[in-house]
């Protein structure tokens, strides 16, 4: 079992919709975790981080995390083209793991 | 702040031939990590360093150098390309390595090995 697993996508929602990421993570992984946009040819940039269960809100996004099922989900509401990049779900446990990336599109 | 910065940000090698990855970051970060990136797939560490003058592998090494003989400064050596280690490289740095701490991601290169 990979460390961090994600649905590759593409994930496709309309203007001012919510998109929901979702993540799966191991055992061996279980500190912290992270949410990471990237835009094509571009570096990531972090935008969310959750340490213990439950919501995190932080503007548009909320970051969810259930270590019991070994999940962790981003939400974006009212999405916004500009959100259209890959998003990298990542955990920490002595290194940084991340996932393959869920590619979202967001379409106006 | 420059923060991470990289360099070149585009190579092409031909197979055989040998380079070194530039990265240098200007935060006093102790930690400082070499990532590279496969198309369609995550990032996968090759090697990291807690500081200057230690350095440790990561998921995947074979096939690559490091040094870190100074805090700022992480070069990434190739010595022997092949088509395999055709890739974009990331460098990162954090200032202490804890697991609730972010990366700060350089721009990226990109390398082609024909």
């Known amino acids: 079992q990979k460390e961090v697993e994600q649905n590759s996508g593409p994930l496709s929602v309309p203007e001012g919709a919510i998109a929901s990421l979702n993540c799966t993570y191991s055992?061996?992984?279980?500190?912290?975790f992270f949410w990471y946009r990237q835009y094509s040819g571009k570096s990531p940039e972090l935008i969310m981080s959750i340490y213990s269960n439950g919501d995190k809100e932080d503007g548009r996004f909320t970051a969810q995390l259930n270590k019991a099922s070994q999940y962790v989900s981003l939400l974006i509401r009212d999405s916004q083209p500009s959100d259209s990049a890959t998003y990298l779900c990542?955990?920490?446990?002595?290194?940084?793991?991340f996932g393959t990336g869920t590619s979202l599109t967001v379409i106006p | 702040n420059a923060g991470v910065t990289q360099t070149p940000k585009f190579r092409i090698l031909k197979i055989g031939q040998s380079m070194t990855l530039q990265c240098t970051q200007d935060?006093?970060?102790?930690?400082m990590y070499w990532y590279r990136q496969d198309p369609g797939m995550g990032l996968k560490l090759i090697y990291y360093?807690?500081?200057?003058?230690?350095?440790d592998k990561g998921e995947v090494p074979n096939g690559y150098n490091v040094s870190r003989s100074t805090t700022e400064d992480f070069p990434l050596r190739l010595e022997l390309a092949a088509p395999s280690q055709t890739s974009v490289y990331f460098c990162a740095s954090s200032y202490s390595g804890r697991p609730n701490e972010k990366l700060f991601f350089g721009s990226g290169t990109q390398l082609s090995v024909l």
């Open positions: 055992d061996r992984v279980s500190q912290s």
């Open positions: 990542a955990a920490t446990f002595n290194q940084f793991y």
């Open positions: 360093s807690v500081g200057a003058g230690i350095t």
């Open positions: 935060m006093n970060h102790n930690y």
